[in-house]
């Protein structure tokens, strides 16, 4: 299992998590705030490509937009999302709007054929409160 992180995409300020670059100070936007991979994610035979984001809401609701691919057929990205605060710790889990999986803290994309990319959208949830103390995410993934 790979851990990649979420990164704000402007302002911000370098750390070093287990197995993952993380990049904090979120600052809100219009719509919430979005953070931003810089980087593609692999996992396995599956690639998440760089500029997937997720936008989380003050209201409590979150939604993603992403590109994967794998180089094996019938495969699956499967990805739990971790809330955590500026002081680097866990607030909780995004919960998924529409669970895909037995778990309904994970976000997966199945991906049948390794000649193509497939765009995924999920949407997905979290307590209101939260939306101040969030000072980044942390994503757990695998293939």
């Not at 992180?5 to 809100?28: E, H, I, N, Q, R």
């Not at 919430?32 to 035979?45: Q, S, Y």
């Not at 994970?106 to 049948?112: R, V, W």
């Not at 995924?120 to 942390?138: D, E, M, N």
Request: charged share 15%.
């Amino acid at each position: 299992m790979r851990l990649g992180t979420l990164v704000k995409s402007a302002a911000v300020a370098l750390a070093v998590l287990g197995g993952g670059l993380a990049v904090t100070a979120p600052a809100s936007a219009a719509t919430g705030t979005a953070f931003t991979v810089p980087n593609d994610l692999h996992a396995g035979d599956c690639t998440m490509f760089h500029g997937a984001t997720w936008v989380l809401n003050s209201d409590g609701t979150a939604s993603f937009d992403g590109t994967v691919t794998s180089s094996d057929d019938r495969d699956a990205w499967l990805m739990t999302v971790h809330v955590m605060d500026h002081n680097g710790a866990e607030l909780g889990l995004v919960g998924n709007s529409f669970p895909n999986t037995p778990d309904p803290n994970k976000f997966a994309q199945n991906m049948p054929d390794s000649r193509l990319q497939y765009r995924w959208l999920a949407t997905g949830h979290f307590p209101a409160s939260w939306y101040g103390l969030i000072g980044y995410l942390r994503l757990e993934n695998h293939c």
